[in-house]
């Protein structure tokens, strides 16, 4: 069944050939300002890897990679969920201080993805990873880390709406900080995505800190794959969206595991069988660089600032008849 949203009296700001042309805009303004505010390189990256190094996003742990077979490289092949894994070898193997990064176009298959106006089996972000000293590993520093890619998102916003001035959306600059924990206590009686929504709509810009371990009520506040974000140093970035009337979420980021907090979280996880991975064997053994690193979805990005009502109006994708049929019904053009 469709969960597509369609809101009353919705008509696109601009045209197919106008949505495009800032469609570039947004990609090419934003990139500049994250790569200049966090003091990234942009670097080639692998759109599949091979599932036996441990280096694929697990996610939440249940979703199924799309695999293929290599016969010219004699192995099979996972399409990336995401690079969270990789970037940290690319660090290391490039040479790359403390202070200095990378960001990368990453595209991604995720097969299992529950379709909606946010959600679409492929993906498209800017992954980025920088290397951190030991002394950097703190909450401070990835609030702080937080609020310059807010200022990225404001200055690609600025340049977005004095282009097309038919774009009317205003992002608050002002990021609320809040701990999982902190939201179950303020909701007891709401979903986490309930709670979300009843925040970012306080607060504009939101900052949910902490996801993956379990809450005092037992559950996490969102699945969070052990291995790559620290439990306690990671967090969502989310504003609220009146287009859809919900908290839209534009980044998962966070500073890394490190050897103490990887052992840790697999054995959380029940998965300590991943240590004997190439990738987890480096971390363990402090083969690799500490990092801080993140996804901000480029469609989301351009959806948001062009207050688009679905995802499927700003990238090519596949839907559901359902939806297909129902968003045609309603003015809603997806590529």
């Known amino acids: ?87 940290r070898y690319a660090l290391a193997r490039y040479g790359f201080r403390p202070g200095q990064g990378l960001y990368t176009d990453m595209n991604a298959i995720r097969r299992d993805e529950e379709l909606d106006n946010l959600h679409s089996i492929y993906v498209d972000q800017w992954d980025w990873e920088k290397v951190l000293t030991r002394e950097d590993r703190t909450e401070a520093y990835l609030e702080k880390t937080v609020r310059s890619i807010v200022e990225a998102i404001l200055y690609t916003e600025a340049v977005v709406t004095a282009k097309y001035p038919a774009l009317s959306m205003k992002i608050n600059r002002e990021v609320t900080f809040v701990t999982s924990e902190e939201l179950l206590r303020m909701y007891p009686d709401k979903t986490p995505k309930e709670r979300e929504n009843l ?19 037992g559950k996490p506040h969102d699945g969070r794959a052990p291995d790559y974000d620290d439990w306690a140093l990671n967090g969502d970035l989310l504003v609220w969206y009146p287009v859809l009337g919900c908290a839209f979420e534009l980044s998962s980021m966070g500073i890394r595991v490190d050897e103490v907090s990887l052992a840790s979280q697999l054995k959380k996880a029940g998965c300590e069988e991943r240590a004997e991975l190439p990738f987890h064997k480096a ?42 049929a129902k968003t045609e019904a309603h003015g809603i053009t997806l590529l």
Not at 5 to 11: A, R, S
Not at 54 to 64: A, F, I, K, Q, T
Not at 301 to 310: F, Q, S, T
Request: charged letters at 25%; a neutral charge.
């Open 199 to 217: 925040f970012a709509k306080e607060h504009g810009t939101v900052f949910i800190k902490q996801i993956g371990d379990k809450l005092s009520d």
């Open 283 to 324: 971390l363990l053994n402090k083969e690799l660089p500490l990092t801080i690193g993140g996804g901000i979805g480029q469609s989301r990005l351009c959806m948001l600032l062009l207050e688009k009502a679905h995802i499927g109006e700003v990238q090519s994708s596949l839907w559901d008849k359902e939806t297909i």
């Open 1 to 87: 069944m469709s969960k597509v949203i369609l809101p009353d009296g919705y008509v696109s700001r601009l045209g197919l050939y106008d949505t495009q042309a800032a469609i570039s805009l947004i990609k090419d303004t934003f990139q500049q300002a994250l790569s200049a505010i966090l003091r990234l390189k942009r670097v080639s990256a692998p759109l599949f890897v091979d599932p036996n190094e441990g280096l694929n996003d697990n996610l939440n742990g249940v979703e199924r990679p799309v695999r293929f077979d290599a016969p010219g490289a004699g192995r099979d092949c996972e399409v990336v969920h995401s690079l969270a894994k990789w970037k």
